[in-house]
């Protein structure tokens, strides 16, 4: 017996013991027993999509079948004839009258189900079956591991497959915030990569099958170090602690080096160095006149190194100017700024100018009386005079002490008010009254600069 004979020899067993002939292609009945009604379907072919391993059904119903045969076949293979399986695949059976049901559904199922009503017509009713496929991911490298140099071109990649096909998203995972969406792509292009870019990149696959998934690839950039200082101006006195910070960057373990005018430091009992994660502190106890000068950090790794300097001065720092803008007065203006310094100041050197047509600075050398308001740091105020309305000023302050002098300050601005808009804001002031004393803002700067002059000594030439 050959192979197409052993395999439907079933069949043909079946046939037989229904009585049935089977002419021209048609099972019929014996010609002394003829069907009163011809067999119709009441179900109809449909697209079924089932997810890989579920079990799916397929339905066949026919009216006034009769002794007719119904046949479930899948291309040329036939599976059932009747309620007999054809098939040897266990999860293939009939179920209710006749329909097909496929336990844990494979991707190889996908196709055309054909339920065939043997009658003289030999008619078909088809079910198309698609078999969706929760998505999979594989990145390259398969270690999720990638190391670059900075400066260079890193691709990275993940392979999706499911069905339908999935669409790839990529993120960049954030501690501090929500991973940021960076493309759309199987492949993620970043170029001339620096220390920014190293951290975790997370692939995410979704094709609406189930729920989405996703790998994360950890990028490490190979770069110098990259070191930034906490000051680069450190104010300092004799019998002062002083703490100096460098923060070094980069992926490759550095050394740390710290130097005092080109002399390489170690540590004494005086002197003492903590590496702190990427902060490296030099700390200076009970600060003596040698330790004055300028400093450096140095760090050292494989791929090169860098140096940053920290100047330590007893001069006092720039001052730092905290009077408003616009001044309350249309002849005069209240300048208030504070200054750090651990020993008292000696002289205070103040200039200022006219804005709209700049001439000669007005230099004033005052004596100082300031107010300390903490162990290294002195709030100073002056009152200029004789100041036009409705015009704008710049000053600058240098400050000494027993060190010497520090840097000039950065030009600070400022307004005097015009006739009318004094007015405008005495109205103000009164209707605020009469309001539950309502104030705006800009009177708000007239009452800062009074309570300036007030509370803080004035400082007349």
């Not at 009164?430 to 009177?443: D, L, V």
Request: charged share 20%; glycine share 6%.
């Amino acid at each position: 017996m050959n192979n197409y004979t052993r395999r439907y020899w079933p069949i043909v067993l079946y046939l037989f013991s229904c009585s049935l002939s089977f002419i021209d292609g048609s099972f019929i009945l014996p010609e002394n027993d003829p069907p009163t009604t011809a067999p119709k379907f009441l179900s109809r072919g449909h697209l079924y999509k089932v997810i890989v391993g579920e079990t799916i059904e397929l339905p066949c119903k026919v009216q006034n079948l009769g002794s007719f045969v119904l046949l479930w076949r899948k291309g040329s293979s036939v599976l059932t004839a009747g309620h007999l399986k054809i098939t040897r695949d266990q999860r293939f059976k009939i179920v209710g009258d006749y329909n097909l049901q496929i336990n844990g559904v494979k991707t190889q199922d996908a196709g055309d189900y054909i339920c065939q009503l043997g009658d003289q017509e030999n008619r078909d009713q088809v079910h198309t079956v698609e078999i969706l496929v929760p998505p999979t991911l594989r990145a390259l490298p398969h270690n999720g591991q990638v190391t670059a140099r900075k400066g260079s071109t890193v691709t990275l990649e993940c392979k999706a497959s499911g069905n339908p096909v999935p669409t790839i998203f990529w993120f960049k995972k954030d501690v501090f915030s929500a991973p940021s969406h960076l493309s759309d792509s199987s492949t993620l292009i970043l170029e001339n990569v620096d220390r920014h870019h190293a951290g975790t990149y997370q692939c995410s696959a979704d094709n609406g099958v189930k729920d989405r998934v996703s790998m994360d690839i950890e990028l490490t950039i190979l770069s110098p170090p990259e070191i930034t200082v906490e000051k680069s101006w450190v104010h300092a006195s004799e019998g002062y602690d002083v703490e100096l910070v460098c923060i070094v960057n980069g992926d490759v373990n550095s050394e740390m080096l710290w130097y005092q005018n080109s002399f390489l430091l170690d540590a004494t009992d005086r002197r003492s160095m903590y590496p702190r994660d990427e902060r490296y502190s030099l700390i200076i106890r009970n600060f003596q006149p040698t330790d004055f000068g300028n400093y450096s950090c140095v760090a050292d790794n494989a791929l090169g190194r860098t140096k940053k300097y920290i100047e330590v001065s007893g001069r006092p720092g720039p001052a730092d100017f905290i009077s408003p803008g616009i001044g309350g007065f249309i002849d005069h203006y209240n300048l208030t700024w504070t200054i750090e310094s651990i020993p008292p100041l000696d002289e205070i050197k103040l200039l200022y100018r006219r804005l709209l047509h700049p001439g000669k600075w007005h230099e004033y050398h005052i004596k100082p009386t300031p107010i300390r308001t903490d162990g290294s740091h002195f709030l100073m105020s002056y009152l200029v005079r004789n100041l036009e309305h409705n015009a704008v000023y710049e000053a600058i302050v240098q400050a000494k002490n027993k060190y010497g002098w520090n840097e000039i300050s950065d030009i600070h601005q400022f307004y005097t008010r015009n006739h009318d808009l004094l007015l405008d804001i005495d109205m103000e002031y009164k209707m605020g009254i009469s309001s539950n004393i309502r104030i705006s803002p800009t009177y708000f700067g007239i009452i800062l600069s009074i309570f300036m002059l007030v509370f803080y000594p004035i400082i007349s030439v």
